[in-house]
Each structure stands twice: as C-alpha cells, then as structure tokens.
Nanobody, 126 residues
C-alpha cells in the first residue's frame, strides 16, 4: 500500500515563495522507480497538472508555472518537493501529490497516476 502526505501549504502574498513536500510510504526500494506528480485544484475548477518527475529525473511543467516552480525527488528520503517562487493569486488551490507506479515518463495525465495524497491548501493573496 502506498501512502502520500503533503505538507508546506499556507498563506503567502503575491510574489512570495512556498515549498511543498510530499512524503511517500511504500515498499522498500520501490520509490526510486516511481514517477511523481503535483496537481492543483482551484475553487470551482477541475484538478490540473502542475509538474511531474520520472524515475530518471526528467521533468515536465504546466506552461503557467514554467520558470517559477521546480519539482525535485529525493529517493533517499522518499519525498518529492515543489519549490514555488513568484507566486500569483492564480496559483491558489489545493495541491496534491501523486504516484505513477510505472515511472517511465513525467506524465501530465491524471489518469496515469495510481495513488494520491489528501492535499495541502495554498492561498496567494494579491
């Protein structure tokens, strides 16, 4: 069984930064083979892709966050992080991390992900 717990959300002013973390509990020596993704859901909107990283470290980003957000994966700690800089009010939402157990590509398709965390709230004030 895979469990994900996000942390690091909060309230920040526009232009500020936050760092989200996601701790993954899984079988020994399996996390390093996972692809991991971050998605967000704004009020009244569907869940949307933010960033992903595959087992080799290749990354992909939504156009709206390129150059501002950075995803990273620490296989020794079983964590994936999302560094968010130059935050905008449009970045407000609940942020979810997810596991793609196939791991072969940093996919933006939510249907490719097998496990999801409970989410952490990010609110950016103008």
């Amino acid at each position: 069984q895979v469990q994900l717990v996000e942390s690091g959300g909060g309230l920040v002013q526009a232009g500020g930064s936050l760092r989200l973390s996601c701790a993954c509990t899984t079988a020994v020596n399996t996390f390093k083979y996972y692809a991991m993704g971050w998605f967000r859901q704004a009020p009244g909107k569907e869940r949307a892709f933010v960033a992903a990283i595959d087992w080799r470290g290749s990354t992909s980003y939504a156009d709206s966050v390129k150059g501002r957000f950075t995803i990273s994966k620490d296989n020794a700690k079983n964590t994936v992080s999302l560094q968010m800089n130059s935050l905008e009010p449009e970045d407000t939402g609940v942020y979810y991390c997810a596991v793609d157990a196939d791991g072969v590509a940093p996919t933006a398709d939510a249907h490719d992900y097998h496990y999801w965390g409970q989410g952490t709230q990010v609110t950016v004030s103008s």
